[in-house]
């Protein structure tokens, strides 16, 4: 057995997600002990936690031998649709941009639930993040107009970009008894089947009986 150690930071404000993460370890590991400090830096204030124990230097994570029942992580890919899976991954890279430039835990500022929230509801006014739980109006304070800048922007690229050719084609009005070209051509192609009983071809047209 090999002494290790792993850290934890777990922000005051929105830390369930990393609280979740540190149990399952501490379910799953072989803890010698703990050790926590709490780190003021205003509404970023987190708690640093940092676990020793004991590995047996298995390459298994310590997620594969938690309890049963333990939260499973979402794939945003499968929950969004396309279009706005994309919108979620910019937020993504918009926010881990953000985390480097205030070297914060990236879920500080918002989480990848409340982003894939955000991108599925398609908020575009600060009014919109207070229906997001967990957002409160000191993040909304803070990060509310960059992320609306953000969403802004990438809701009108998508909404500007070319639709499916079948959807997008313009259908003409055709007067009534009359056949576009389109309708003529496909009648040609169309095979001509006879009706030995009564005389006639699928088209209507009485067809003369061979003798």
């Given at each position: 057995?090999?002494?290790q150690?792993?850290?934890?930071?777990?922000?005051?404000r929105?830390g369930?997600?990393?609280?979740s993460?540190?149990?399952?370890?501490?379910?799953s590991?072989?803890?010698?002990?703990?050790?926590?400090?709490?780190?003021?830096?205003?509404?970023n204030?987190?708690?640093?936690?940092?676990?020793?124990?004991?590995?047996?230097?298995?390459?298994?994570?310590?997620?594969?031998?938690?309890?049963?029942?333990?939260?499973?992580?979402?794939d945003?890919?499968?929950?969004?649709s396309?279009?706005?899976?994309?919108?979620f991954?910019?937020?993504?890279e918009w926010?881990?941009?953000?985390?480097?430039k205030?070297a914060?835990?990236?879920?500080t500022?918002?989480?990848?639930?409340?982003l894939?929230?955000?991108a599925?509801?398609?908020?575009?006014?600060?009014?919109?993040l207070?229906?997001?739980?967990?957002?409160?109006?000191?993040?909304i304070k803070?990060?509310?107009?960059?992320?609306?800048?953000?969403?802004?922007?990438?809701?009108?690229?998508?909404e500007?970009?070319?639709?499916?050719e079948?959807?997008?084609r313009?259908?003409?009005?055709t007067?009534?008894?009359?056949k576009?070209q389109?309708?003529k051509?496909?009648?040609?192609?169309?095979p001509?089947?006879?009706?030995?009983?009564?005389?006639?071809s699928?088209?209507?047209?009485?067809?003369?009986?061979?003798?």
């Amino acid at each position: 057995m090999a002494l290790q150690y792993k850290f934890f930071i777990i922000p005051i404000r929105t830390g369930a997600e990393a609280e979740s993460e540190l149990n399952r370890f501490l379910r799953s590991a072989r803890v010698v002990t703990t050790h926590q400090e709490f780190v003021v830096q205003g509404e970023n204030s987190f708690w640093c936690m940092a676990v020793e124990y004991l590995s047996d230097g298995s390459p298994q994570s310590y997620s594969e031998n938690a309890a049963t029942g333990d939260r499973i992580k979402p794939d945003y890919r499968e929950l969004l649709s396309p279009e706005n899976f994309a919108i979620f991954a910019k937020l993504r890279e918009w926010r881990k941009e953000i985390a480097g430039k205030e070297a914060v835990p990236v879920y500080t500022i918002f989480t990848n639930e409340q982003l894939a929230k955000i991108a599925e509801k398609r908020i575009t006014a600060k009014t919109g993040l207070q229906e997001i739980e967990g957002i409160g109006e000191a993040r909304i304070k803070k990060y509310g107009d960059a992320v609306i800048a953000v969403m802004v922007q990438e809701v009108k690229s998508d909404e500007q970009k070319p639709k499916d050719e079948t959807h997008s084609r313009t259908e003409l009005e055709t007067p009534s008894g009359m056949k576009t070209q389109e309708q003529k051509n496909e009648a040609k192609e169309r095979p001509v089947l006879f009706d030995s009983e009564s005389g006639k071809s699928s088209s209507g047209i009485p067809q003369s009986r061979q003798r």
